[in-house]
């Protein structure tokens, strides 16, 4: 695909999905990089519940340094995956409070040498919580990409790669949004919404997929 056929798919996304963002709820960078690492394997509605009271509870990074992991898995134990992320979730907050002096680092090798963060959950807090141009590739990011051609489906990080390289950084931030909003309104893993689809005419796989 080129660039101007790739451009052309964004303009129909940016009319399909205006002022996209991420459904996790945070007020601040440290929120949403607790969120970010809770939702592996669960729904942002999910999270949201939980780090409702959570953050309620405990609302700094100095908080979270109090606390031993087993304390924290009782208020994330909804969350799943809950021994891991809540380990995880206390020595990030102890190197946040002894590195950065409570605050989220904002580059992207400082975030991935916190633990449990990987590149999508710290390309997920440089978009969304600093404005920094990133691209999460997710499940959704990963599968409607390559269904629709904008990128070859090797590999998240391949993926990744070819979205920078097709899509302008100034987009970045949107186009990640657009992607998973694509994938959860048409494009579902299982069963897409082809006939129905707006992406239809730019679509190879939807094109074969309807015959
Ligand atoms: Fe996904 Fe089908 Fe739309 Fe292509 S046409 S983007 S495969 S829903």
């Given at each position: 695909?080129?660039k101007?056929?790739?451009?052309e ?7 399909m999905y ?8 945070f ?9 970010v690492?809770?939702s592996?394997q669960?729904?942002d ?7 409702e009271?959570?953050?309620k509870k ?5 908080d979270f340094?109090?606390?031993t ?5 009782k ?6 995956l ?13 190197i ?12 992207l ?9 990987g590149r999508?959950?710290?390309s ?20 409607v990409?390559y ?10 990080l ?5 979205l920078?390289?097709?899509?302008p950084?100034s987009?970045w931030?949107?186009?990640h949004?657009?992607l998973i ?7 579902s893993?299982?069963r897409?919404?082809c006939q129905?689809c ?11 997929n309807?015959?």
């Amino acid at each position: 695909m080129n660039k101007n056929e790739a451009a052309e798919i964004l303009k129909l996304l940016d009319k399909m999905y205006p002022n996209p963002r991420t459904d996790l709820l945070f007020n601040n960078s440290f929120e949403l990089l607790i969120a970010v690492m809770l939702s592996a394997q669960t729904t942002d509605k999910q999270v949201n519940r939980v780090t409702e009271k959570l953050f309620k509870k405990y609302p700094t990074p100095w908080d979270f340094i109090n606390l031993t992991p087993e304390e924290l898995e009782k208020d994330i134990k909804k969350c799943g995956l809950f021994r891991n992320k809540s380990r995880n979730i206390v020595t990030t907050a102890n190197i946040i409070v002894q590195e950065y002096n409570g605050k989220v680092p904002d580059r992207l090798e400082q975030l991935l040498k916190l633990p449990g963060v990987g590149r999508k959950t710290a390309s997920v807090v440089l978009a969304n919580a600093f404005g920094i141009p990133a691209f999460p590739v997710d499940t959704h990011v990963y599968r409607v990409s390559y269904r629709l051609g904008l990128a070859g489906g090797k590999n998240p990080l391949v993926t990744e790669k070819e979205l920078k390289e097709i899509i302008p950084e100034s987009l970045w931030n949107k186009a990640h949004h657009w992607l998973i909003a694509h994938g959860r309104t048409f494009c579902s893993a299982r069963r897409p919404q082809c006939q129905e689809c707006p992406l239809l005419d730019y679509c190879k796989n939807g094109k074969k997929n309807i015959l």
